[in-house]
């Protein structure tokens, strides 16, 4: 297709009169029915690199992300379009649900958008597989990596569903990617020779500075004065403690907040989301489970009140800000007792050789009782997190212990030995010492003297960046 022809498109149907950086060339791509993995910024218009193709290809593009809330918006905006969009996810009433999957089953839909854990449900593969399906979207794809900070057990799944349905050219799009979980997305997915499309990691609208301190109570009264400045602005912390402190010490000094956190039921979250996102609220005090898909272009800071454990999780929290393209300050309150509750997180994220034996035990137990022991099942069995039981079942499969039929695990292996699971778990080992690197890297950047951004974009990509930014703490911008 002529870029022209590209053009018209994009004005008829979004109404933009020009591509930004790495739109057109992902288009093209996805046209041509090529696998491509694009990393943009947040805010750089990533949707549009399959939302445009979409109306072009005959068929049916599936849409695969983490973020329910973020479904409803685009299939609402492309329905406003006249393009026939549906989403299929845990949200969805009995009526609501039934519906779209006839809609699916009739071919009247051009965009579905799921979540991994739908895909993994064999009804639902059926249907997909009746359909012809032109574009398979990954969104938030640094979600299938375990080295990376937004890890999702269901996203190592979707190598299995795309050869199911038929595999389908790939359109993977992430804001952030080292060389490791861009290596861990192309791999997942079966897409190794994905074109790979990388705009830059430097906002210039986002001012970026580090404020040290001794104690919390010293940066909480640092935080109230921050969080008086003019716009909406998000407070992010590690803890759901700290939420509801945090929230309850702002709305004291006057200042219209909300709490979000994963512990909250949904209709609390939406609640919450809803304010903030109106208006009504000037601030959201939040852990990490606010912020992925969220599409408010005039949030004007962002303050960290615990060290995030990542630069990947800094970088993606700060890109939540300015994203209408105007300066937004970024400010990470810094105090060394934060890295004391960082090594507990660190502790316990990951599984250790004890718990591969306790879910090899559960499926031999299943088995031997001549019971199919699924996924969900051995979840609700295991004493550990669901997470961690996929991540379980996950290396069980890789090393040839166990074998997936259907939505079945079968054993390959009889009697697994400790030696061999201590064997297995060495990757979990070597993930450890990793995030210990990544946290140390963390460190650098906020207690360094070096250009904020110059240290952000150099870590990702790996190489000498353009120079110093101008619009740091350490530029003097």
Same mark, same amino acid.
């Given at each position: 297709?002529?870029?022209?022809?590209?053009?018209?498109?994009?004005?008829?149907? /979004?109404?933009?009169?020009?591509?930004?950086?790495?739109?057109?060339? *992902?288009?093209?791509?996805?046209?041509?029915?090529?696998?491509?993995?694009?990393?943009?910024?947040?805010?750089?218009?990533?949707?549009?690199? /399959?939302?445009?193709?979409? %109306?072009?290809?005959?068929?049916?593009?599936?849409?695969?992300?983490?973020?329910?809330?973020?479904?409803?918006?685009?299939?609402?905006?492309?329905?406003?379009?006249?393009?026939?969009?549906?989403?299929?996810?845990?949200?969805?009433?009995?009526? $609501?649900?039934?519906?779209?999957?006839? &809609?699916?089953?009739?071919?009247?839909?051009?965009?579905?958008?799921?979540?991994?854990?739908?895909?993994?449900?064999?009804?639902?593969?059926?249907?997909?597989?009746?359909?012809?399906?032109?574009?398979?979207?990954?969104?938030?794809?640094?979600?299938?990596?375990?080295?990376?900070?937004?890890?999702?057990?269901?996203?190592?799944?979707?190598?299995?569903?795309?050869?199911? %349905?038929?595999?389908?050219?790939?359109? =993977?799009?992430?804001?952030?990617?080292?060389?490791?979980?861009?290596?861990?997305?192309?791999?997942?997915?079966?897409?190794?020779?994905?074109?790979?499309?990388?705009?830059?990691?430097?906002?210039?609208?986002?001012?970026?500075?580090?404020?040290?301190?001794?104690?919390?109570?010293?940066?909480?009264?640092?935080?109230?004065?921050?969080?008086?400045?003019?716009?909406?602005?998000?407070?992010?912390?590690?803890?759901?403690?700290?939420?509801?402190?945090?929230?309850?010490?702002? %709305?004291?000094?006057?200042? +219209?907040?909300?709490?979000?956190?994963?512990?909250?039921? &949904?209709?609390?979250?939406?609640? =919450?989301?809803?304010?903030?996102?109106?208006?009504?609220?000037?601030?959201?005090?939040?852990?990490? *489970?606010?912020?992925?898909?969220?599409?408010?272009?005039?949030?004007?800071?962002?303050?960290?009140?615990?060290?995030?454990?990542?630069?990947?999780?800094?970088?993606?929290? %700060?890109?939540?800000?300015?994203?209408?393209?105007?300066?937004?300050?970024c400010t990470l309150l810094y105090c060394p007792s934060d890295w004391k509750l960082l090594r507990f997180f660190r502790g316990n994220r990951f599984p250790d050789d004890?718990?591969?034996?306790?879910?090899?035990?559960?499926?031999?137990? &299943?088995?031997?009782?001549?019971?199919?022991?699924?996924?969900?099942?051995?979840?609700?069995?295991?004493?550990? +997190?669901?997470?961690?039981?996929?991540?379980?079942?996950?290396?069980?499969?890789?090393?040839?212990?166990?074998?997936?039929?259907?939505?079945?695990? $079968?054993?390959?292996?009889?009697?697994?030995?400790?030696?061999?699971?201590? =064997?297995?778990? @060495?990757? /979990?080992?070597?993930?450890?010492?990793?995030?210990?690197? @990544?946290?140390?890297?963390?460190?650098? /950047?906020?207690?360094?003297?070096? @250009?904020?951004?110059?240290?952000?974009?150099?870590?990702?990509?790996?190489?000498?960046? +353009?120079?110093?930014?101008?619009?740091?703490?350490? @530029?003097?911008?």
């Open positions: 297709m002529t870029h022209q022809r590209l053009l018209r498109l994009l004005a008829e149907q /979004f109404g933009f009169s020009d591509f930004r950086s790495g739109q057109a060339a *992902a288009i093209q791509s996805a046209l041509n029915g090529r696998d491509v993995v694009v990393v943009m910024p947040t805010g750089s218009g990533k949707s549009l690199c /399959f939302q445009l193709p979409a %109306i072009e290809l005959e068929g049916t593009t599936v849409v695969v992300s983490p973020l329910i809330a973020l479904m409803k918006d685009q299939t609402e905006k492309l329905n406003a379009r006249g393009l026939h969009a549906v989403s299929v996810n845990s949200s969805l009433g009995e009526k $609501q649900l039934k519906a779209a999957l006839q &809609a699916i089953e009739n071919g009247e839909v051009e965009f579905i958008y799921t979540t991994p854990e739908r895909l993994q449900e064999p009804q639902f593969l059926s249907l997909l597989q009746r359909l012809s399906i032109d574009l398979f979207v990954v969104d938030e794809a640094h979600c299938i990596s375990t080295w990376g900070q937004d890890f999702r057990p269901a996203y190592m799944e979707l190598g299995a569903a795309l050869k199911a %349905i038929g595999r389908p050219p790939v359109l =993977a799009l992430t804001a952030s990617a080292t060389e490791t979980v861009l290596g861990d997305i192309i791999r997942e997915l079966g897409i190794p020779e994905a074109q790979v499309i990388e705009t830059g990691y430097r906002r210039d609208n986002l001012f970026l500075e580090v404020k040290h301190f001794q104690t919390p109570t010293d940066k909480e009264r640092a935080m109230h004065e921050l969080a008086k400045r003019d716009g909406q602005g998000i407070v992010y912390v590690a803890t759901t403690r700290a939420v509801d402190d945090l929230k309850a010490g702002l %709305i004291a000094q006057g200042v +219209s907040s909300v709490g979000y956190h994963g512990r909250m039921s &949904a209709r609390d979250r939406n609640s =919450a989301q809803d304010v903030f996102m109106s208006g009504q609220a000037q601030v959201v005090v939040a852990t990490n *489970a606010f912020g992925l898909g969220i599409d408010k272009p005039d949030i004007r800071w962002i303050t960290h009140f615990h060290v995030p454990t990542t630069l990947e999780a800094y970088y993606q929290e %700060i890109g939540r800000s300015g994203r209408d393209g105007q300066p937004a300050a004890s718990d591969l034996v306790n879910v090899y035990h559960a499926v031999q137990t &299943a088995c031997r009782n001549r019971g199919n022991p699924t996924t969900a099942s051995l979840e609700a069995a295991s004493p550990i +997190s669901k997470a961690k039981t996929r991540l379980c079942l996950k290396l069980l499969e890789n090393a040839g212990v166990l074998r997936r039929r259907s939505s079945h695990w $079968q054993l390959i292996v009889s009697d697994l030995s400790r030696e061999r699971c201590e =064997a297995i778990a @060495c990757a /979990f080992v070597r993930k450890e010492e990793a995030d210990r690197r @990544c946290q140390e890297e963390m460190q650098a /950047f906020a207690e360094g003297k070096r @250009c904020r951004w110059r240290s952000i974009v150099e870590y990702f990509e790996r190489s000498a960046s +353009s120079g110093d930014c101008g619009h740091c703490d350490r @530029c003097g911008g």
